[in-house]
């Protein structure tokens, strides 16, 4: 059975970093794309970055650009999300998700697989 399990949420004042991790279990997540979702109250969700595992190319969305870092460790089965200089924007439920796909994408039906998600709120 496949397990997604994100953490490190948490609430952070603007200009701070946090890192978000998702480890799984039940299958290795070196095989397959990765992507971060988020979802804030009365929005939709909104693919945030992606990895891919041919090559561990990224893609990130314009709106965390230059702020956020995705990233894997194989030996840990886990991808993290590093979020630099947050913004209150930037407040959301984040979600991993995985699937049966190599290229990294941030539409998010192309997953098969999520995470429970985990609340980050960005407020002064």
């Known amino acids: 059975q496949v397990q997604l399990v994100e953490s490190g949420g948490g609430l952070v004042q603007p200009g701070r970093s946090l890192r978000l991790s998702c480890a799984a279990s039940g299958l290795s997540l070196h095989y397959f794309a990765v992507g971060w979702f988020r979802q804030a109250p009365g929005k939709e969700r909104e693919g945030v970055s992606c990895?891919?595992?041919?090559?561990?190319?990224?893609y990130y969305a314009d709106s965390v650009k230059g702020r956020f870092t995705i990233s894997r460790d194989n030996a840990k089965n886990t991808v993290y999300l590093q979020m630099n200089n947050r913004k209150p924007e930037d407040t959301a439920v984040y979600f991993c998700?995985?699937?049966?796909?190599?290229?990294?994408?941030?539409?998010?039906?192309?997953?098969?697989?999520w995470g429970q998600g985990t609340q980050v709120t960005v407020s002064s």
């Open positions: 990895i891919s595992s041919t090559d561990d190319s990224t």
């Open positions: 998700a995985t699937g049966v796909i190599v290229d990294g994408t941030l539409i998010w039906d192309e997953y098969d697989y």
